[in-house]
């Protein structure tokens, strides 16, 4: 059975420190990975997908940035994070033509 | 451009109540549709699908019909309980490619 795996799940970090979030994915093949946010009181919105390797595409313009290294991983950085950073975000995974699976979150706090 | 709209929350009611959560969407072609769900502090977690137009998906007592002629996905309950409070998510997926689009959500809570 396929799994997703998230980490970390909490995670506070300062204003202007780097930022490395780390989702994986085990028992399937070239998924289309997503990275979404959840600002507090507000819906999701996509920042990331990839559909292979090395593939990124971005939906939002801002101090973020992902990467594919590996066909079931997937990484959500920043070299300097803003207060506005401040999210809880969610990586997931899909075939083409199925539903999207999530992993747990990482609840990051900039301060 | 393709969109998923629902209700504004956040939704109250008390146990045992019907429930109704509104979802409508554009899109270009013919999407497959699904409710998320999310308790506190976690992920989402699939509640239920419909891949078709006319497809009923259901889930612990939960329905939602995909109905082509209104764009619509709207999420039921017959009688709702206290463990049913969390953000529930409308979103749609385009075929083959691969957006995948959610709705803001909508909160409930149900009061005992």
């Known amino acids: 059975s396929q799994t997703i795996h998230q980490w970390p799940a909490t995670l506070v970090q300062p204003v202007g420190s780097p930022l490395s979030l780390e989702c994986t994915v085990e028992?399937?093949?070239?998924?289309?990975l997503y990275w979404y946010r959840q600002a507090a009181g507000r819906g999701l919105q996509l920042l990331f997908y990839s559909v292979g390797i090395g593939q990124i595409s971005s939906e939002v313009p801002q101090n973020l940035s992902a990467s594919r290294p590996q066909d079931r991983q997937f990484i959500l950085s920043s070299k300097k994070l803003l207060l506005s950073d401040s999210g809880f975000y969610l990586c997931?995974?899909?075939?083409?033509?199925?539903?999207?699976?999530f992993g747990q979150g990482t609840r990051l706090t900039v301060v | 451009g393709n969109s998923v709209t629902q209700m504004e929350g956040p939704v109250t009611l008390s146990e045992e109540a019907f429930l109704t959560i509104n979802c409508t969407y554009t899109a270009t072609g013919y999407p497959s549709l699904f409710w998320y769900v999310q308790y506190p502090g976690e992920g989402l977690q699939l509640l239920l699908k419909?891949?078709?137009?006319?497809d009923k998906g259901s889930n612990k007592g939960f329905e939602a019909t995909y109905r082509k002629e209104t764009t619509s996905f709207h999420l039921e309950k017959g009688s709702v309980q206290v463990s049913d409070s969390a953000v529930y998510f409308c979103?749609?997926?385009?075929?083959?490619?691969?957006?995948?689009?959610f709705g803001k959500g909508t909160r409930l809570l149900v009061k005992p």
């Open positions: 028992g399937t093949s070239n998924p289309n």
């Open positions: 997931a995974w899909r075939q083409a033509g199925t539903e999207a699976f």
């Open positions: 419909a891949t078709k137009a006319d």
């Open positions: 979103a749609r997926a385009e075929g083959q490619g691969f957006s995948f689009i």
